[in-house]
């Protein structure tokens, strides 16, 4: 039986303590809470081999990073895509920004940035990242002018690399160019997949870093896959994907 438990901001032991997160997100404010922008009830998707994932509740915030932590073959990948509308779930409830998925999914994609996801939206090797940052200005209908893109990586902290060509660049570098293309158009939400491929665990702790400033500077709401538990405790709130037979 595959499920999904979800866990609040981790605590000052670093731990991520079981039980339900909490909806108002930050304690500080004294209004009602925000709406989860990524909402998913009781969300599974089945294929002919089985259960890719089921039974996920999930809530994603604006202005805070979700770690989806689980092993490889889990099916975090398939979830995320999920989640930003790319794939079509197979039974539960899914929202984006109020809107309802699947009816209301490509209103909704428009709205999720989608990072690098491997043999999905990989780049063409001889790409160089200003390039493929400019595509993406283009893609979003947004002026490239002014140095616009430069701006834009140098948030990033690609302005070292901004004529670099894909295949050369370090697996942090691409990493981190996967991550400014889903931010490009400031989207309301951005799923990012697998922090650690190829990387250190400082690397993956620098993006996990990335991340919570974009959501927060940003005022995105992110979700990002993981393996590793001590990445999963960065984040604002946590959700552990079981492998099914788990």
């Known amino acids: 039986m595959q499920d999904v438990q979800e866990n609040p901001a981790a605590g000052p032991t670093g731990t991520c303590p079981m039980g339900p997160v909490d909806a108002s997100g930050l304690g500080e404010r004294e209004e009602a809470p925000e709406a989860p922008y990524l909402s998913a ?17 999930l809530d994603v915030f604006k202005g805070r990073v979700t770690a989806v932590r689980g092993r490889n ?12 509308g ?56 947004l002026s490239a002018r002014d140095g616009a893109v430069e ?19 370090t697996a942090e570098k691409l990493a981190r160019l996967g991550i400014a293309l889903a931010f490009v158009g400031d989207p309301d939400a951005a799923v990012v997949d697998d922090v650690e491929d190829q990387l ?26 993981v393996v590793e538990r001590d990445l999963a405790r960065m984040a604002d709130s946590c959700a552990y994907l079981a492998k099914e037979g788990e």
């Open 73 to 84: 073959g889990s099916g975090k990948s398939a979830l995320l895509l999920t989640l930003a």
């Open 200 to 225: 250190t665990l400082s690397q993956s702790r620098g993006l996990m870093e990335l991340l919570a400033r974009a959501a927060r500077e940003r005022h995105a709401a992110v979700a990002v896959a």
């Open 41 to 57: 009830r009781d969300l599974e998707l089945e294929t002919y081999a089985g259960f890719v994932y089921r039974n996920v509740d």
């Open 151 to 169: 701006e834009h990586l140098c948030w990033w902290g690609l302005g070292d690399v901004a004529r670099v060509r894909v295949r050369d660049l």
């Open 86 to 141: 790319r794939m079509k779930p197979t039974g539960g409830t899914l929202s984006v920004g109020g809107l309802e998925l699947p009816r209301e999914r490509a209103k909704a994609e428009r709205h999720v940035g989608l990072g690098l996801f491997k043999g999905l939206n990989d780049l063409p090797e001889n790409l160089s990242a200003r390039s493929a940052a400019k595509a993406e200005f283009d893609l979003h209908g």
